[in-house]
C-alpha cells in the first residue's frame, strides 16, 4: 500500500458506532507539514455544518488534517451541529498540537440527527494516538455508507526528473448530482503545486468528471472535495508557467474522472455503466445540457435496466433539455447500434435490446449540429434503489 500513497501523509481510523456498531466510520488524514489546499462543495442551499466550516476555512488555502465521519450527516443539526464539528476539531488540534485552522471536518450519512458525541470524542483519542496505523484504503472503507466497495485511485507523474503521486478517495452511490462533486472525495499529492494553481486544476477536473455524474438527480448536503498538495516531493512548485503542469492537470483529470466512474458504477441498486455521449452540437454547454438530460432521466436508465431499446425517451429528453436542435437531423446510438436516423426509427431494435444486456452501456446522441461535444455519468433505475433508500434510516 504505501507506493500507492504520496509521500507525507499518515492515517488513522477508529470505531465510533455513529449509527452501527462493528465497524470503523471515523477516519482522519494528517500531513506531516503544512500543505496547500483546495475544494469543491456542494451547491444546495442547505449546507451540513462541516461544510459550512470547509467553505470558511478554505479560504485561507492552507491545512494539514482532515477528520471524516460515516454514518451522520451532521446536517440541518442547528448551533449544535457547528459546535459538534468544532469540538471534534479542537479536540484533534490539543491532541496533535497543531493549529485549529489547519483541520477540515467532513461528515457523510443520515441528515437530521444529531452526533453522537459521547462516542465521537473517544474515538477521536483513539484517532490521534494511533496515526500512521492505517493505509488510505482504510479511510476509504471508513467513509462507506450504501457504498458496496472503496474507492481508490493513484496515479505517477514524472515532475522533471523525479516521481509524484496523486491519490484520491471518495465515496457515494446514492443521492448523487451535479454541480460540484460527488458524495465525499478527498486527494493527495506529495508535488509541490502553487495553492492558485492546485485550485484552477482541481475545479477544472471537478468540471469534468464529479459535475457530470448523476445517479438519482438528488445533491446532496454534504458535498465535497478536498484537495491537498504537501510538497514533500521536493521539487520546484508548479505554476501556470510550468512545463510539468499539464501532466498534473491530465493526470488529475484521469483520477477524477475514474474516481466518478466508480461511484457511477456502485449506484444504489445498479446494474449497468451508462455513458452517455452527445456530439454535434453548437457549443459545449448545449452538448452537457442535452447529456445530463438524457442521464437524469428515470424513464431513460428503467428502459436500459429493462433492457429496452426506447429511444424515444432518449428523444423527449433532448426535447425538454432546453437546447435547439433539429428532430430531423437526430442520430441515436445504443453502443454501436444505430437505432435512430435522421430523427426516425432505423428498424434495429432487435439488435440494440441484444446489446442492452451488456453491463457498460453508451447512448450516443449525433445532432449534426456543429463540432461541440460532451459526456455524462449514470447508471441504470432498479427496484433495488427503492428499498435501499426506503429502508436507509431503519
Given at each position: 500500500?504505501?507506493?500507492?500513497?504520496?509521500?507525507?501523509?499518515?492515517?488513522?481510523?477508529?470505531?465510533?458506532a455513529?449509527?452501527?456498531?462493528?465497524?470503523?466510520?471515523?477516519?482522519?488524514?494528517?500531513?506531516?507539514?503544512?500543505?496547500?489546499?483546495?475544494?469543491?462543495?456542494?451547491?444546495?442551499?442547505?449546507?451540513?455544518?462541516?461544510?459550512?466550516?470547509?467553505?470558511?476555512?478554505?479560504?485561507?488555502?492552507?491545512?494539514?488534517?482532515?477528520?471524516?465521519n460515516?454514518?451522520?450527516?451532521?446536517?440541518?443539526?442547528?448551533?449544535?451541529?457547528?459546535?459538534?464539528?468544532k469540538?471534534?476539531?479542537?479536540?484533534?488540534?490539543?491532541?496533535?498540537?497543531?493549529?485549529?485552522?489547519?483541520?477540515?471536518?467532513c461528515?457523510?450519512?443520515?441528515?437530521?440527527?444529531?452526533?453522537?458525541?459521547?462516542?465521537?470524542?473517544?474515538?477521536?483519542?483513539?484517532l490521534?494516538e494511533?496515526?500512521?496505523?492505517?493505509?488510505?484504503?482504510d479511510?476509504?472503507?471508513?467513509?462507506?455508507?450504501?457504498?458496496?466497495?472503496?474507492?481508490?485511485v493513484?496515479?505517477?507523474?514524472?515532475?522533471?526528473?523525479?516521481?509524484?503521486?496523486?491519490?484520491?478517495?471518495?465515496?457515494?452511490?446514492?443521492?448523487?448530482?451535479p454541480?460540484?462533486?460527488?458524495?465525499?472525495?478527498?486527494?493527495?499529492?506529495?508535488i509541490?503545486?502553487?495553492?492558485?494553481?492546485?485550485?484552477?486544476?482541481?475545479?477544472?477536473?471537478?468540471?469534468?468528471?464529479?459535475?457530470?455524474?448523476?445517479?438519482?438527480?438528488?445533491?446532496?448536503?454534504?458535498?465535497?472535495?478536498?484537495?491537498?498538495?504537501?510538497?514533500?516531493?521536493?521539487?520546484?512548485?508548479?505554476?501556470?508557467?510550468?512545463?510539468?503542469?499539464?501532466a498534473?492537470?491530465?493526470?488529475l483529470?484521469?483520477?477524477?474522472y475514474?474516481?466518478?466512474?466508480?461511484?457511477?458504477?456502485?449506484?444504489?441498486?445498479?446494474?449497468?455503466?451508462?455513458?452517455?455521449?452527445?456530439?454535434?452540437?453548437?457549443?459545449?454547454?448545449?452538448?452537457?445540457?442535452?447529456?445530463?438530460?438524457?442521464?437524469?432521466?428515470?424513464l431513460?436508465?428503467?428502459?436500459i435496466y429493462?433492457?429496452?431499446?426506447?429511444?424515444?425517451?432518449?428523444?423527449?429528453?433532448?426535447?425538454?433539455?432546453?437546447?435547439?436542435?433539429?428532430?430531423?437531423?437526430?442520430?441515436?446510438?445504443?453502443?454501436?447500434?444505430?437505432?435512430?436516423?435522421?430523427?426516425?426509427?432505423n428498424?434495429?431494435?432487435?439488435?440494440?435490446?441484444?446489446?442492452?444486456?451488456?453491463?457498460?452501456?453508451?447512448?450516443t446522441?449525433?445532432?449534426?449540429?456543429?463540432?461541440?461535444?460532451?459526456?455524462?455519468?449514470?447508471?441504470d433505475?432498479?427496484?433495488?434503489?427503492?428499498?435501499?433508500?426506503?429502508?436507509?434510516?431503519?
Open positions: 500500500m504505501p507506493d500507492k500513497t504520496p509521500k507525507g501523509f499518515l492515517f488513522s481510523t477508529a470505531e465510533a455513529i449509527r452501527k456498531p462493528g465497524r470503523k466510520d471515523i477516519a482522519l488524514i494528517l500531513s506531516e507539514v503544512e500543505a496547500n489546499i483546495a475544494g469543491a462543495f456542494t451547491t444546495n442551499t442547505v449546507k451540513a455544518a462541516p461544510v459550512k466550516i470547509c467553505m470558511k476555512k478554505i479560504k485561507s488555502g492552507k491545512g494539514r488534517a482532515i477528520v471524516v460515516s454514518g451522520n450527516a451532521n446536517a440541518c443539526t442547528g448551533a449544535q451541529g457547528i459546535k459538534d464539528a469540538d471534534v476539531i479542537s479536540h484533534i488540534s490539543k491532541q496533535l498540537a497543531i493549529k485549529s485552522s489547519l483541520i477540515y471536518p461528515s457523510t450519512g443520515v441528515i437530521g440527527t444529531a452526533m453522537p458525541m459521547e462516542r465521537v470524542l473517544p474515538a477521536i483519542s483513539t490521534t494511533n496515526v500512521g496505523k492505517s493505509f488510505l484504503e479511510i476509504a472503507k471508513a467513509i462507506m455508507t450504501t457504498d458496496t466497495f472503496p474507492k481508490m493513484t496515479k505517477k507523474i514524472k515532475i522533471g526528473n523525479i516521481i509524484g503521486t496523486i491519490s484520491g478517495i471518495c465515496k457515494g452511490a446514492g443521492m448523487i448530482a454541480n460540484m462533486a460527488t458524495m465525499l472525495c478527498f486527494i493527495l499529492t506529495d509541490a503545486v502553487e495553492q492558485g494553481v492546485l485550485n484552477k486544476t482541481l475545479k477544472s477536473s471537478v468540471g469534468k468528471s464529479f459535475n457530470l455524474i448523476t445517479i438519482d438527480g438528488d445533491m446532496s448536503t454534504n458535498d465535497t472535495v478536498l484537495i491537498m498538495a504537501n510538497g514533500m516531493l521536493g521539487n520546484k512548485p508548479l505554476t501556470v508557467k510550468s512545463e510539468s503542469l499539464h498534473f492537470q491530465k493526470a483529470d484521469e483520477l477524477t475514474e474516481l466518478a466512474r466508480l461511484v457511477v458504477k456502485d449506484g444504489e441498486g445498479a446494474t449497468k455503466l451508462i455513458e452517455v455521449y452527445v456530439k454535434g452540437t453548437r457549443n459545449a454547454s448545449d452538448a452537457t445540457r442535452a447529456a445530463l438530460s438524457i442521464a437524469n432521466s428515470s431513460v436508465k428503467t428502459a429493462g433492457n429496452d431499446a426506447n429511444w424515444g425517451r432518449i428523444m423527449a429528453a433532448l426535447g425538454y433539455s432546453g437546447i435547439a436542435f433539429r428532430e430531423e437531423k437526430t442520430d441515436i446510438f445504443f453502443n454501436n447500434i444505430k437505432v435512430v436516423k435522421d430523427g426516425l426509427a428498424n434495429k431494435d432487435k439488435e440494440a435490446t441484444e446489446t442492452l444486456r451488456a453491463k457498460n452501456i453508451k447512448i446522441v449525433d445532432l449534426h449540429a456543429g463540432s461541440a461535444s460532451a459526456k455524462a455519468l449514470t447508471c433505475l432498479t427496484e433495488e434503489y427503492i428499498r435501499i433508500n426506503a429502508e436507509y434510516r431503519t
